[in-house]
């Protein structure tokens, strides 16, 4: 059975960093695509950042492109999100899942975790 699970967020001052984590259970970490997208309220999904499984691309979203970074251990069958330069917009709440990563999209399609809370505010 195919469970993600996120931790690592949290209430952070603008300027400053997180890393989440999402351990992915169920043996797909090689054999999907996967990711992190966000939730605001009042906003849509967007599709943040993601790896291709089989071309080895990432994808990153204008909005992050050089604040984070998408990292993977197999070993620990987690993903990472190392989030710097946090914005008051990055407030949000946070998903690892898996589905389609393009070379301009992160679409989450198959699964997904319940999210961590983003919180960027003085």
């Known amino acids: 059975q195919v469970h993600l699970v996120e931790s690592g967020g949290g209430l952070v001052q603008p300027g400053g960093s997180l890393r989440l984590s999402c351990a992915v259970s169920?043996?797909?970490?090689?054999?999907?695509?996967v990711g992190w997208f966000r939730q605001a309220p009042g906003k849509e999904r967007e599709g943040l950042t993601c790896?291709?499984?089989?071309?080895?691309?990432?994808f990153y979203s204008d909005s992050v492109k050089g604040r984070f970074t998408f990292s993977k251990d197999n070993a620990k069958n987690t993903i990472y999100l190392q989030m710097n330069n946090l914005k008051p917009e990055d407030t949000a709440v946070y998903h690892c899942?898996?589905?389609?990563?393009?070379?301009?999209?992160?679409?989450?399609?198959?699964?997904w975790g319940q999210g961590t809370q983003v919180t960027v505010a003085t």
């Open positions: 790896m291709n499984v089989h071309t080895g691309k990432f």
């Open positions: 169920g043996g797909i970490l090689n054999s999907y695509n």
């Open positions: 899942a898996a589905g389609f990563c393009g070379d301009g999209s992160f679409t989450p399609s198959d699964y």
